[in-house]
């Protein structure tokens, strides 16, 4: 990918966003930034540049701890995040009071995007998994940019619905009948996303219980259970403490 500072720069001279952002020096000296800024991303694709300078100069930039919550399950849902640093882990509330993991996002994904077309208040809950850094803004902005700006509006909703059907296309990925391969290509996913590498694979320096882990492949703990006992027996995967190391086939082949 290069070098995040020098990608960053790139981007940053396309568009306004140039004399605005700030979120490198928030970050603080050494710290990796993803380089997108909110007019480079899917949302807006399409949109023009006079227009998006209008978010630029309305962005909010927040910087959180590891186990700080960004928004919580129920919180009125009232802005959409850029993450720019760091990992967030989606979680959801059952009617029997289990906290169950659905999702982890990572730096360049964006969260709340519902929220532009939609009322009411956030499904989930987002924690940070990492020291994180995002950049967003609330929907008054976007309704303000939509009143002096209506084309902007119909490029969201084309790229919102273009959005819906790639992830149904994912979703077919979980279909997959052996339930061994998806765990194993779901805990790649993820290690590649938010993992360290290490020699032979990706190391994911935080804790997943079974239960978590059964929601993002779509199978109950006990089948996870079994089936990640075979990936250790396969070496494919292999745990030390709260860490997880996960096997690069591809590197090994």
């Known amino acids: 990918m290069g070098d995040p500072a020098i990608l960053f720069e790139a981007i940053m001279t396309k568009g306004c966003a140039s004399d605005v952002c700030h979120c490198m020096e928030l970050a603080g000296p050494g710290a990796s930034v993803h380089p997108r800024c909110f007019e480079q991303i899917w949302l807006f694709e399409g949109a023009r540049d006079e227009a998006l300078c209008v978010v630029a100069k309305e962005l909010v930039r927040k910087r959180l701890a ?5 928004f919580r399950q129920g919180d009125s849902a009232d802005s959409i995040y850029l993450i720019k640093m760091g990992s967030v882990k989606l979680w959801k509330i059952t009617e029997d009071g289990r906290s169950v993991t659905l999702d982890i996002r990572k730096a360049g994904d964006l ?14 809950g987002a924690t940070c998994l990492e020291p994180t850094l995002t950049c967003g803004f609330d929907k008054a902005t976007f309704e303000a940019l939509i009143m002096n700006h209506p084309d902007v509006g119909l490029v969201v909703i084309r790229n919102l619905s273009r959005r819906v059907q790639q992830l149904s296309g994912k979703v077919g990925a979980l279909s997959e009948p052996n339930l061994e391969d998806r765990l194993y290509e ?20 935080f804790p997943l219980t079974h239960e978590e882990i059964g929601f993002l492949v779509g199978a109950h703990r006990v089948s996870v259970t079994r089936a990640l006992a075979r990936l250790r027996g396969t070496g494919k995967v292999r745990l030390t403490g709260k860490r997880l190391f996960v096997r690069d086939l591809a590197a090994v082949e």
């Open 186 to 205: 779901v805990l790649v996913n993820v290690a590649w996303e938010v993992g360290a590498r290490a020699p032979g694979g990706w190391t994911i320096a």
């Open 111 to 124: 969260l709340g995007e519902s929220v532009l077309l939609e009322e009411g208040v956030y499904p989930v």
């Open 66 to 70: 590891a186990g700080e919550d960004l």
